[in-house]
């Protein structure tokens, strides 16, 4: 019975790990902020922004950028690990469920460099984009600013497949 109540015990320490909410941790250059089993951090390299995105999963990860909490005109970077190379894409949300890569509507690509690994237990990935892309798609991305962050995750490389994880969090860049 002993081994039974301890058993339990961890596997509810477990879940609290992963439904945990910390705060953004920032300092001058960057931040960190985990919820739900993701982890964002993010550090500012001159013009840039280098993110680093981490989840319990090997399909695809991703954070969006708006004013508020709602989809629509939220900039979404998805991104995975895919045969074994690193890809990711930009994304402008235009409904719930309907998001289409910037460069299909118009707007440049912004990606200035992508890489990560993978486990079974986890993928991580780095993505380094510009602060500010003047296209009407892309979200300025400075030195605090304010946005709501969207925090998703798949069990699938594909970007159109649905999300196991999904959750947002107000943050200062």
Known sequence: MRHLYLSILLLFTMLGACISNHPPKQNPIGGTISKNCMKVSWQFEGDEILFELEAPS?????????????????????????????????FKTISP???????????????KHVEGQESPQKTTIRVKIPQRVNDGFHKALTKGSKWSLLLAFSREDDFKH????????????
């Open 58 to 90: 090997t399909g695809w990860l991703a954070i969006g950028f708006n004013e508020t909490s709602a989809l629509p005109e939220t900039y979404l970077l998805m991104a995975c690990i895919a045969k074994g190379k690193p890809k990711a894409r930009e």
């Open 97 to 111: 469920g309907d998001y289409r890569p910037i460069v299909d509507l118009g707007g440049e690509a912004s990606i």
């Open 162 to 173: 649905h999300s196991m994880m999904r959750t947002s969090i107000s943050i200062v860049l």
